[in-house]
């Protein structure tokens, strides 16, 4: 009966010692302070110069190559699609003013303010979207600033995570975006997109601060049987000095 008794408590001892994961703490801070805090920790990354593995997933095809990515806020941009040769096969950029995209299937420029396909840059991917938006994307940031909508989010706790909650009035959809507790790091979102169809996207984070900051070494975008998926090399280099000059087009 004792050795029953001691294998019991044994067991619950060590239950009571494993780690677990923290409840977010919502009753001590403000809908509103989580939002600034998220918008100050994002607002940090100015910057983004690297290399990335991009794999694309259509109902029809999958994709994969090496993208040279140089973006800086709000609106500058330039994406090139390597081969495995290095030489490239795809090319976007804006700058500021002019959206230029040069592809096999496309020679044209745009506006920086309008929205172009997405499909011209991720193939397969039927979405349109602006600049600024794209360069979110691509800083990990969220495309679409959901944050930035006047109705004030309800706050709830999710599996560790902070949960933040946007209902539109008119429409009733829900924006959802979990942050974490410990650093304001948005690593989930599940949102609507202007053509009324629902997207996810989720960051995983490097282990350690590129720059002397948290920066996601993987971004997963998905919407219905569409997905791109971006991982950056280790070397990604953040808010350091971009030559104005790369986001023209040389020839």
Known sequence: MNKI??????????????????DADTQRASAADIVKRVELFQGVIRSVK???????????????YTQVTVA????LLRLEALNPF???????????????IISSSERDVYDSRE??????????????ITADSLVNLVMGRLPYKIYDSPVSP?????????????????????NHIWVNPENYRVEKADFSLAN?????????????????????????FKTGELSINIVYEPDVELNKNVDGRLFKPST
């Open 72 to 75: 800086r806020e709000p609106n």
């Open 50 to 64: 690297g290399l990335a593995r991009v794999r694309i997933k259509t109902p029809l095809e999958k994709v994969s």
């Open 86 to 100: 290095g030489s490239t096969v795809g090319f976007i950029s804006s700058d500021g003013e002019n959206i230029y």
């Open 5 to 22: 008794f001691f294998i019991m408590s044994f067991f619950i001892l060590v239950a009571s010692c494993a780690p677990r994961v923290p």
């Open 196 to 220: 009324g169809k629902r997207a996810m996207i989720r960051y995983d984070y490097f282990g350690e601060l590129v720059d002397g900051h948290y920066f996601p070494k993987e971004i997963d």
């Open 154 to 174: 309800v706050l709830t706790a999710d599996s560790g995570h902070i949960k933040l909650t946007y209902k539109d009035a008119g429409t009733g959809s829900e």
């Open 115 to 128: 929205e172009f396909d997405l499909s011209y840059v991720y193939p397969g991917l039927d979405l349109r």
